[in-house]
Structures are given as structure tokens and as C-alpha cells.
């Protein structure tokens, strides 16, 4: 079992920067990515990023590309998420996760469905 804990959620306005961070308790060996998902109320969640424990390897989605970074810190066992130049339809709940191989297969780095464990979220509100 793996615990996260993130922090460093907030308000700002379009333009600014936040960062995310998350850290990871507990079994976690195993998890071959850490990754960062975000949830508007009433669709569907959504993958940001994701990072490969063992190679670095990150992958993002499209509408991030160039504004957010995702990093890992082995040795703290934290995970963040660097985000600039922020606009509004940023908003939204943010959750970071893990997983096992099956992150590592073709097309599943951003499915939350192979993500076992899940923080208990941080707000992001970014008005304009």
C-alpha cells in the first residue's frame, strides 16, 4: 500500500505559477510511474502528466505541453508539478497517483485505471 500526500495547491491569477508537490509513503518500490490528474465537477477525470520512475520518461497532455513540468525527487520520494503560465480552464481538482508496469504499457502512461493509488486531491483556481 502507498500512501500520497500532496500540497501546495491554491488561487492565482492567468499568467502565474503554482507548484505541486507529492509525497509517497509506504510500499513503493514497485510503482513504475507517478503521475498528476485533474477533475472538474460533473466530467470526466483527466490525465496532466506522468513520469517514469526508472527512466525519467515523462509524457503530457496536449493543452499542458510547455506551460507544466513534471519531476521526481527519488530520494525524498516526491513527485511535483511545476506549472506556468496558467489559465482559467486549469481550474480544477488535482490528484497525484501510481502505478505499477501496466502504466508502462503503449497508450495506458495517462489512464487512470492502472493508477492504484490516489492522493486526496488539491485545489488549483486560476481566475482571469
Known amino acids: 500500500q502507498v500512501q500520497l500526500v500532496e500540497s501546495g495547491g491554491g488561487s492565482v491569477q492567468a499568467g502565474g505559477s503554482l507548484r505541486l508537490s507529492c509525497t509517497a509513503s509506504g510500499f513503493t518500490t514497485d510503482r513504475a510511474c507517478m503521475a498528476w490528474f485533474r477533475q472538474v465537477p460533473g466530467k470526466e477525470r483527466e490525465g496532466v502528466a506522468t513520469i517514469r520512475t526508472g527512466s525519467g520518461t515523462t509524457e503530457y497532455h496536449a493543452s499542458v505541453k510547455g506551460r507544466f513540468t513534471i519531476s521526481l525527487d527519488v530520494p525524498k520520494g516526491t513527485h511535483y508539478l511545476l506549472m506556468n503560465d496558467l489559465k482559467p480552464e486549469d481550474t480544477a481538482m488535482y490528484y497525484c497517483?501510481?502505478?505499477?508496469?501496466?502504466?508502462?504499457?503503449?497508450?495506458?502512461?495517462?489512464?487512470?485505471?492502472?493508477?492504484?493509488?490516489w492522493g486526496q486531491g488539491t485545489q488549483v483556481t486560476v481566475s482571469s
Open positions: 497517483a501510481a502505478a505499477d508496469w501496466r502504466c508502462l504499457r503503449a497508450d495506458d502512461a495517462l489512464n487512470d485505471r492502472v493508477y492504484d493509488d
